[in-house]
């Protein structure tokens, strides 16, 4: 078999850095090649000079053995024959299935589009893909993960030969991956190369044949998977032995003591409904369910974020009583680090030290006035506490990595004086070295006195973490699981599936 | 010295820019250089400068205040009632001032309380507000405002500035200050660069909106006091279209319209900018109707060059590589 993409000596500038620094490497046809690297490693980069996202770069892209220079990503797909499903795949909620995957292409009739015909075409490529959703269904009916599979569809409607998945399970529920993965073999048997980046790394061993490496900008190696291991991996990732399981290395701090008490929380659209339970000083509490289980939704009402319909919070053993909101959470002395953090976590706009600083000015004032010098200062003290790189405060967040993105959303909720902390997801899209220090820097946390909620949605992560650990399925709480030494995931994914 | 041009790299643009129009007039008419252009530049540039100012603190939060020229011409109407039937202009003024922070007001309870979109929201008080102006005064203007109201702001100190350009100037000051200074202004920027972050960070968004809004019926009271000090009467139509010029200065000053960027130094110079080109023209003698065009290109060049800014960065920095 021939080549499928070949990278020689590419290097890539943006304003002041060396992204890309003389990467070389092959991918083989029909195979699945995995993309492996810490966030900032260049993946992104790279595949965005393969898809001609960027168009400005040094050095030769070869497909199949011919040099190709795309202008755009459109170009890439139509000349190329190559597509990439983006992370969160870009649908028109509001238009049909078979005008997405069409977009742009529609089959025609004179001066109008052919429904039929696009229907027709649409459908059958569902039907290969063994879809359970129409070309004439409505986009936004659709889950995460069948929208993952339009993204494939529309790969197949103009004939890629060669798709990227850019962390295609970030958003999907395990049945789901499954049937991504049937979908990904299926593809791979009829002589599509696939190209997948993950930062889990165990769907590596699952579905890859080979892995090329990247740390910094540069190429590490390219390794067969099936004469390697998840440690050998990791040390080329990382450049050193990093341990990525979530475990406590310390003894548990849990307390008698009740922080936070939550009773008969319940929304009007059944999103979540009678969720009671405690929360221990000093205390890791874990909270697992399958995706869309009301998880998020209770921990943004205990922030403020969303309106409290019905139920009581009781903090220190006072009830709130009146309004709820954040600023109030955060006067009383509950934050939260969203699942989200593109989308949530900070002000893109901003920089870091103002990021950390916005939930705790009060601290930064000389007089009447905030103080540039006060923000710096304390934003450069956490910037060496939490060990956060680049080490520049002044560097607008939204050009640091997720791992130390979510540091410094951290760094914000430890200026202030709150008590507890909620982590929604704390370590998607974050790489395996950022992994291992936020989750000691949690244990740290704890030692000092606070109580943390974390909201996983990795078995164990949600296992490795917890002092206790709460299963939820569709709104409710299915158990409390009290012992840490007693968790069985067999058991806890019963529960999380709503069966007892 | 560098880290004042990076924070302050497209007011310092901007301003040359202001500054190489003033050469390129200069050259064309020498007349242009004359102390008494500079002075009437300033005073053409009050009115727009004031509002511009007030609206780039709802277009910080990603809103938009559509309802000043509006509010403006309420001012005046109230104002000038209170003037006419022999109040203490400085009561009169307060009065003028608590008429826009409270349209400002109401402005942040639709958009706030309510959850409208600003630009729907302010359409419909931009009717609303326009209309109570022709009930109140049935279409007539109400004139006769007297000297001791006019002069508070039509005096002339050595030199012969206008006490209402200092006003001017004052209010850029204190908006500068709420904006780099305080807690309110890192509310402002983190509320328009990214409002759920900033719920989430514990920040009183909503506090913080009404604040965008009565800031923006304050800033167009103080203009609508100008106004009514130097034509010496007010009318229901005053105002119309003033938001648009209002929005252009903004933008022209590097105010993001998606929210979360944009400075008072900017939008001064924005408004100067806007002011040199108007007053330029006419030095020149350019046809009236032809500065619309000139305007409406300076609008779209100002747009692109920000658009253009990444592009520029990256050519520059492969350059020093290579």
Known sequence: MGKAVEFVGINKYFPGVHVLKDISFSVEEGEVHALLGENGAGKSTILNILHGVYSEYEGDVFLHGKKVAFKNPNDAILNGNISKVHQETMVVEELTVGQNVTLGYQPKKGLFIDFNKMHKEVDAILTELDCRFRSRDIVKTLTAGEKQMLAIAKAIYHHSNIISLDEPTASLTSKETEALFAVIRKLKADGITILYVSHHLEEIFQICDRASIMRDGEYIETLEIKDTTEDELIHAMVGRSVSAVASRLKPSRAADEVVLKVEHLSDNDGKYKDVSFELHKGEILGFYGLVGAGRTEVMRVLAGADRKISGNIIFKGQEIKGNWNSTKALKYGIGMLPEDRKTQGFNKLDTNYNNIAISSLEKYMSGVFTSEAKKLKNAERFFEELDIHPNKPEYLTVNMSGGNQQKVILARWMSTNIDVIIFDEPTKGVDVAAKAEIYRLMEELVEEGKSLIVVSSELPEAMGLSDRLIVMSEGRITKELTDREAFHSDEILNYAIGGN | ?322
């Open chain 2, 1 to 322: 010295m560098k880290a004042i041009y990076t924070k302050y790299k497209r007011e310092i643009l901007v301003f040359l820019a202001t500054i190489i129009l003033g050469v390129v007039f200069t050259v064309l008419n020498p007349n242009f250089l004359m102390w008494r252009t500079m002075l009437t530049i300033f005073q053409q540039m009050v009115l727009n400068g004031l509002l511009a100012v007030g609206i780039m603190f709802t277009i910080l939060t990603g809103g938009i205040d559509l309802s000043i020229g509006c509010t403006f011409a309420i001012v005046g109407i109230a104002v000038a009632n209170c003037c006419v039937r022999g109040m203490n202009p400085f009561l009169a003024i307060i009065i003028g001032l608590a008429v826009g922070v409270v349209l400002g007001a109401f402005n942040g309870f639709l958009v706030t309380n309510l959850k409208l979109q600003p630009f729907i929201a302010t359409l419909g008080t931009m009717s609303l507000y326009r209309g109570i102006a022709y009930v109140v005064t049935g279409g007539a203007p109400v004139t006769n405002v007297p000297d001791s109201f006019r002069n508070i702001f039509n005096g002339q100190m050595p030199g012969g500035i206008r006490y209402y350009v200092i006003v001017m100037v004052v209010v850029f000051i204190i908006a500068h200050v709420i904006l780099s200074k305080t807690r309110t202004g890192d509310y402002l920027y983190a509320v328009g660069g990214n409002e759920e972050a900033a719920k989430l960070s514990g920040v009183n968004v909503r506090k913080t909106k009404y604040i965008a809004y009565i800031a923006s019926g304050a800033c167009t009271a103080v203009a609508g006091l100008v106004m009514l000090a130097s034509l010496g009467s007010a009318e229901a139509t005053a105002g119309i279209g003033y938001e648009t010029n209002a929005i252009a200065a903004a933008a022209i000053g590097g105010t993001s319209m998606a929210g979360g960027r944009g400075t008072a130094l900017g939008t001064f110079f924005g408004a100067l900018l806007l002011a040199v080109l108007k007053v330029g023209m006419v030095v020149i003698n350019v046809d009236s109707f032809w500065q619309y065009v000139v305007t409406g290109l300076i609008i779209v060049a100002a747009s692109y060059f920000e658009f253009m800014k990444g592009d520029l960065a990256a050519f520059a920095a492969r350059h020093k590589k290579a």
